[in-house]
Antibody
Framework: EVQLVQSGAEVKKPGESLKISCKGS????????IGWVRQMPGKGLEWMGI????????RYSPSFQGQVTISADKSISTAYLQWSSLKASDTAMYYC???????????????WGQGTMVTVSS | QSALTQPASVSGSPGQSITISCTGT?????????VSWYQQHPGKAPKLMIY???NRPSGVPDRFSGSKSGNTASLTISGLQAEDEADYYC????????????FGGGTKLTVL
């Protein structure tokens, strides 16, 4: 079964760092782009960026460039999303998802992780 | 404010058809055939329903169809069923500033 399994919920204080993960299985992890999507409480979906685990080529939305870092470790089929200094406004559900096509075209995500809830509060 | 504009809500009765619109610009919806639609039930991850304007992933009922005209894409659901009640989001590749993907603000579908 093709699936993405994300790390568990996190509760952090403002200014702390955080790295959440997304482990792929059931397919060639290095052959498909993986993206991250933010959903703030009660709000819509926001595309944050994508990474190609095969060579770690990474693209960011202008809204998230410089705010987060996307990375991947292909040896363990895992993608990451990290923050160096969290803010209360980072409180949201974060989803990882796999591109529908191996070549990255289509710009759609067909396989989604279950989501990781990040709460930032003093 | 989202880059793509969707109606906040639509509704229909079981068996009816509804259409959700998604309006962008020539830099996104109108310029590329990379429009996708997602369904999201409360507390669940989104599910891909349509990609590349009108392609359905395996397992998605053919009651769901997508189309595009100019800068507006549409998702049509025919033969509405109770389980179709959910939030629906469109997305599109955009070439504005750094190429990336943008989502619409979402549409709440209520099955009466």
């Amino acid at each position: 079964e093709v699936q993405l399994v994300q790390s568990g919920a996190e509760v952090k204080k403002p200014g702390e760092s955080l790295k959440i993960s997304c482990k792929g299985s059931g397919y060639s992890f290095t052959s498909y782009w993986i993206g991250w999507v933010r959903q703030m409480p009660g709000k819509g979906l926001e595309w944050m960026g994508i990474i190609y685990p095969g060579d770690s080529d990474t693209r960011y939305s202008p809204s998230f460039q410089g705010q987060v870092t996307i990375s991947a470790d292909k040896s363990i089929s895992t993608a990451y999303l990290q923050w160096s200094s969290l803010k209360a406004s980072d409180t949201a559900m974060y989803y990882c998802a796999r591109h529908v096509r191996e070549d990255g075209s289509g710009d759609a995500f067909d396989i989604w992780g279950q989501g990781t809830m990040v709460t930032v509060s003093s | 404010q989202s880059a793509l504009t969707q109606p906040a809500s639509v509704s229909g009765s079981p068996g009816q058809s509804i259409t959700i619109s998604c309006t962008g610009t020539s830099s996104d919806v109108g310029g590329y055939n990379y429009v996708s639609w997602y369904q999201q039930h409360p507390g669940k991850a989104p599910k891909l329903m349509i990609y590349e304007v009108s392609n359905r992933p395996s397992g998605v009922p053919d009651r769901f169809s997508g189309s595009k005209s100019g800068n507006t894409a549409s998702l049509t659901i025919s033969g509405l069923q109770a389980e179709d009640e959910a939030d629906y989001y469109c997305s599109s590749y955009t070439s504005s500033s750094t190429p990336h993907v943008v989502f619409g603000g979402g549409t709440k579908l209520t099955v009466l």
